[in-house]
């Protein structure tokens, strides 16, 4: 599976996309249809990433409430 930095470069660099899309001898239309969609899946990616940050950081905090020495090392 790809990375999403990977993807994240591939869509928002226009090289990186138009070497793919030489590359995979890909017609306008898909590559258009595929670009659409790579760009909605890496906005789905981002909102996923963020979450889990956000679910890191809350399980950080009940850690260290019930580990508070922890926090001043």
């Known amino acids: ?3 999403s930095g ?3 470069s591939l869509v928002a660099e226009d090289g990186v996309w138009q070497a ?3 590359k995979a001898k890909l017609s306008r239309e898909r590559a258009v249809a595929l670009h659409k969609a790579l ?3 890496t ?3 981002a909102i996923a ?3 889990r940050l956000q679910k890191g950081l809350k399980g950080r905090e ?3 409430k019930v ?3 922890l926090k001043a090392e």
Do not use: T
């Open 1 to 3: 599976m790809a990375s």
């Open 6 to 8: 990977y993807l994240y």
């Open 20 to 22: 793919f899309v030489s």
């Open 39 to 41: 760009r909605e899946l």
């Open 43 to 45: 906005a789905l990616l």
């Open 49 to 51: 990433d963020r979450g």
């Open 62 to 64: 009940k850690f260290l």
């Open 67 to 69: 580990f508070p020495r």
